[in-house]
């Protein structure tokens, strides 16, 4: 099984809501990754957790904040985000021992009104 | 500064010809390379990679090949197939130490596959 699953696959919200993104892989993979991807550019990388530690933060606003609950699933916690923050969010995972691949899930698409 | 660049932003190949998309990096210390296609609205999909001790790699209708001194690297696919229409990303990361897997990547290449 090599699949990440995100919910929900889209999501529409206000400036002053706050809301979350889910993401669950059973792979047994201890790094987990959450990705913001624009239209028409690679993903972005925003944070690695690595053994449910949060081990790089790309300077992100404080507005997005993760959460690895086990080492099955991340979160991704929305708090007054601003329109110019809607896009593909993508959560990534990657197993160890010289299992360099990461693997994708499909995304939310989000839009921030 | 771009440290991977996919410098095509498109191809346009016929069917059953090879497609050849192309990759250059700046940064010496990576020392693994994938490819990943990805459809419009969905997640990229993992394709092939390879390391750099190898020059090549293969894995069906796709090869990678490695050109270490000229910091290049190749998708072919053979044959091609309208299905494989979608935007390709080279990715590049350097193993162990803090860097946790970090991808970096290309800016893509749209690849069209005409019937």
């Known amino acids: 099984d090599t699949e990440v699953t995100q919910t929900p696959k889209h999501l529409v919200m206000g400036m002053t809501n706050k809301k979350s993104l889910k993401c669950e892989q059973h792979m047994g993979h201890r790094a987990m990754y959450w990705y913001k991807q624009k239209a028409k550019k690679p993903p972005e990388l925003m944070f690695v957790y690595s053994y449910e530690k949060l081990s790089i933060n790309e300077s992100v606003p404080s507005r997005f904040s993760p959460e690895c609950p086990n080492s099955s699933l991340l979160n991704l916690h929305l708090h007054a985000l601003q329109p110019e923050d809607s896009a593909l969010y993508l959560c990534?995972?990657?197993?160890?021992?010289?299992?360099?691949?990461?693997?994708f899930g499909p995304g939310t698409r989000l839009t921030v009104l | 500064d771009q440290q991977v660049k996919q410098n095509s932003p498109s191809l346009s190949v016929q069917e059953g010809r090879i497609s050849i998309l192309n990759c250059d990096y700046t940064?010496?210390?990576?020392?693994?390379f994938l490819w990943y296609k990805k459809y419009p609205a969905e997640g990229p999909t993992f394709l092939i990679s390879i390391s750099s001790i190898k020059d090549k790699n293969e894995d069906g209708r796709f090869t990678v090949f490695l050109n270490k001194s000229a910091k290049h690297l190749s998708l072919h696919i053979v044959p091609s197939q309208p299905g494989d229409s979608a935007v390709y990303f080279c990715a590049a990361f350097i193993a162990g130490g803090t860097s946790y897997g970090k991808l970096t990547f290309g800016q893509g290449t749209i690849l069209t596959v005409h019937p």
């Open positions: 940064n010496s210390m990576f020392d693994y």
């Open positions: 990534a995972s990657k197993g160890s021992g010289g299992y360099n691949e990461q693997f």
